[in-house]
């Protein structure tokens, strides 16, 4: 029996993204993706909650990240869930889950603060859809 491992997120980008090279000289993004969630309690009041997912993302993706996104700004994320885990002082086992993107879409617009604009010369550029070759994405993540 086939499985299916997919992952679909829209949230706001919660820190300035980190950006650089592998060993390999591939370019890699690191997001921290917030999702905000309601919920209704015994009550009648409403509460909210925000869980933080981790993004990794590669190539193309990775440079579009870089040099179109922040913090602050909506996005679309599509990718498999993935574990990975290591060691700390040779007993305690930490593990953690991220999103292997294959798929973001750029939802919101920003004034480009990369560039030295001012407000009446900032870009705003139009959203963005780049979807990578899956093959790709697999080698490159691992």
Not at 66 to 78: A, L, Y
């Amino acid at each position: 029996m086939q499985s299916l491992n997919r992952v679909q997120l829209i949230g706001t980008i919660g820190i300035e993204p980190q950006t650089g090279k592998t060993k390999d000289g591939k370019a890699f993004a690191v997001l921290s993706v917030a999702c905000a969630n309601e919920f209704k309690l015994k009550n009648g009041k409403t509460r909210e909650f925000v869980d933080w997912i981790s993004v990794n993302l590669y190539g193309s993706l990775a440079y579009l990240v870089r040099e179109k996104s922040c913090m602050g700004q909506k996005v679309f994320i599509e990718g498999p869930l993935k574990v990975s885990g290591y060691t700390l002082n040779k007993e305690r086992q930490k593990t953690y889950y991220y999103i292997l993107a294959h798929k973001l879409i750029l939802l919101s617009e920003f004034p480009s603060a990369k560039k030295t604009f001012s407000d009446e010369e900032a870009v705003f550029p139009k959203a963005h859809d780049i979807e990578q070759n899956d093959e790709e994405q697999m080698q490159e993540g691992e």
